[in-house]
């Protein structure tokens, strides 16, 4: 038993920890505990409807879309969705350049990269859902859906 080889300590915080404040990574952690509970609910719900409700998969194609972007409920599921799960995976990402980034520069730069693609994704996703219309006014009527009205 002399003979074990030593085990290495953990990699001490670049800084000391905060006595006073708001603990992020413990806010951080909570979110993501909170956020995949409530995806789970929204993502089989989302499932549920789109692949087993009326005609299945069959049923998908753009007036589906369409009809559901015409309820409001239908666009705050989609926006509650989208944005908890950009915002966990934002997280957990920022979790792994947390454990694997060792340089200081790197690790803001690549923190800064993920607010940015999930910020982005975040606004466009939102403006997409909100701002929907499959009628367009003044659209060529050959390029409209069939459930659009003609004129």
């Known amino acids: 038993m002399d003979n074990a080889p030593a085990i290495e300590p953990p990699r001490s915080p670049s800084r000391p920890a905060r006595k006073r404040g708001v603990n992020w990574e413990k806010w951080g952690w909570i979110y993501m505990r909170v956020s ?6 929204l993502i089989f719900g989302h499932l549920f409807v789109n692949l087993m409700v009326g005609d299945g998969v069959h049923a998908i194609d753009f007036g589906f879309v369409g009809g559901k972007y015409a309820s ?3 666009q705050v599921w989609d ?3 989208l944005w ?3 915002i966990h995976g934002g997280n957990g990402m920022r979790t792994i350049v947390n454990d694997y980034a060792t340089l ?7 923190k800064g990269a993920i607010f940015v ?3 982005a994704l975040i606004l466009l996703g939102t403006l ?5 219309e499959p009628c367009p006014a003044g659209s060529p009527a050959d390029l409209l859906p069939s459930f659009c009205p003609v004129g």
Do not use: Y
């Not at 995949?36 to 609910?41: A, C, H, K, Q």
């Not at 200081?104 to 690549?110: A, C, E, G, N, V």
């Not at 997409?128 to 929907?132: A, K, S």
């Open 36 to 41: 995949g509970v409530l995806l789970l609910v």
């Open 72 to 74: 409001p409920f239908w």
């Open 79 to 81: 926006v509650l969705m």
């Open 84 to 86: 908890l799960a950009l």
């Open 104 to 110: 200081p520069t790197t690790r803001r730069i690549l």
């Open 117 to 119: 693609a999930v910020a």
């Open 128 to 132: 997409v859902v909100f701002t929907f």
